[in-house]
Nanobody, 121 residues
Framework: VQLVESGGGLVQPGGSLRLSCAAS????????MSWLRQVPGKERELVAVISSLGRISDYADSAKGRFTISRDNAKNTVYLQMNSLKPEDTAVYYCSARTYYSKNPTGFAFWGQGTQVTVSS
């Protein structure tokens, strides 16, 4: 099983980034996918979740209206479009997979290695 995130980097406040997570070696279309983020010393936060077929999604309050999660099951890839970024969005972002749809930040079957997002002027 492999989840490989990409697209992180340094961006100025107000800017945008698009994270991608490429999945392999499991049946991607049968798993709900989530993006989580973590800052050292703080609990991991579930930012966004999307159902296995992409029909429903939900967001943390901190992400609503700014972030959009999407997926392409033909490409085994999930995305996180992040707009209007703020310094408090700085974190390591992880994609994760589990067999059910939930906003609970635990219980994942698979994790990626993470990609750093830094929002700073």
């Amino acid at each position: 099983v492999q989840l490989v995130e990409s697209g992180g980097g340094l961006v100025q406040p107000g800017g945008s980034l698009r994270l991608s997570c490429a999945a392999s070696r499991f049946t991607f279309s049968m798993y709900a996918m989530s993006w989580l983020r973590q800052v050292p010393g703080k609990e991991r936060e579930l930012v966004a979740v999307i159902s296995s077929l992409g029909r429903i999604s939900d967001y943390a309050d901190s992400a609503k209206g700014r972030f959009t999660i999407s997926r392409d099951n033909a490409k085994n890839t999930v995305y996180l479009q992040m707009n209007s970024l703020k310094p408090e969005d700085t974190a390591v972002y992880y994609c994760s997979a589990r067999t059910y749809y939930s906003k609970n930040p635990t219980g994942f079957a698979f994790w990626g290695q993470g990609t750093q997002v830094t929002v700073s002027s």
